[in-house]
């Protein structure tokens, strides 16, 4: 990859049912960060300082990857197969959107 070149970001928001649960849905996510197809990963909890009301999600899972082609195999690599497994009896709401957005680095 080179700076300015496009790569797919994946977006992930999630909110837990039980906030007695954050620190479990942490470390689940926190399995992506070895999934080779990720160039860079990270997740973060949400500071919750937005003053407009509606929901505000617990986490916010950022992963950059080459294209679409090696989007399809982070999400079909073992390792996001055993995040889904751990997070989702813990979750309430899930959103995700996959962009196009130039290579930071």
Same mark, same amino acid.
């Given at each position: 990859?080179?700076?300015?070149? /496009? ?13 007695? $649960? *954050?620190? &479990? !849905? &942490? ?6 960060? @070895? ?11 949400? *500071?919750?300082? $937005? &003053? !407009?009301?509606?929901?505000? /999600? ?8 080459? @294209? ?10 073992? *390792? ?9 009896? *813990? ?10 957005? &130039? @290579?930071?680095?």
């Amino acid at each position: 990859q080179r700076k300015g070149q /496009p790569v797919s970001r994946h977006i992930a928001i999630f909110s837990a049912m039980d906030p007695n $649960d *954050l620190d &479990e !849905i &942490e470390a689940g996510l926190w399995i992506l960060k @070895d999934n080779p197809h990720a160039l860079r990963f990270s997740v973060s909890r949400n *500071l919750a300082l $937005d &003053e !407009i009301p509606g929901p505000h /999600p617990d986490f916010v899972v950022m992963a950059d990857i080459k @294209d679409t082609a090696a989007l399809a195999a982070y999400k079909a690599h073992p *390792l996001y197969a055993e995040s889904i497994r751990r997070v989702r009896p *813990l979750r309430d709401i899930r959103v995700a959107a996959d962009l196009m957005v &130039e @290579d930071p680095s």
